[in-house]
């Protein structure tokens, strides 16, 4: 299936939707920060990247820098 970049501060729900990617068949890739995932971003290539909104040091409407 698809290889996903999740993009999520709370442990609890990056648990949850892990378990719920995984269970469907697809590679998760976790990130707990706005900074971490753009790097993992660039580094795995995703499928697909969920991301939460509001992060430290970072909104998910500011994109990053080039």
Excluded: W, Y
Excluded at 21 to 46: M, Q, T
């Amino acid at each position: 299936m698809a290889r996903i970049l999740l993009i999520e501060d709370s442990p609890t729900e990056t648990a949850v939707m892990t378990q719920l990617l995984e269970r469907n068949g697809h590679e998760v890739i976790a990130s707990a920060s706005a900074e971490d995932g753009i790097a993992a971003c660039r580094r795995e290539k995703p499928d697909l990247v969920l991301m939460d909104v509001i992060l430290p040091g970072m909104n998910g409407f500011r994109p990053p820098a080039p």
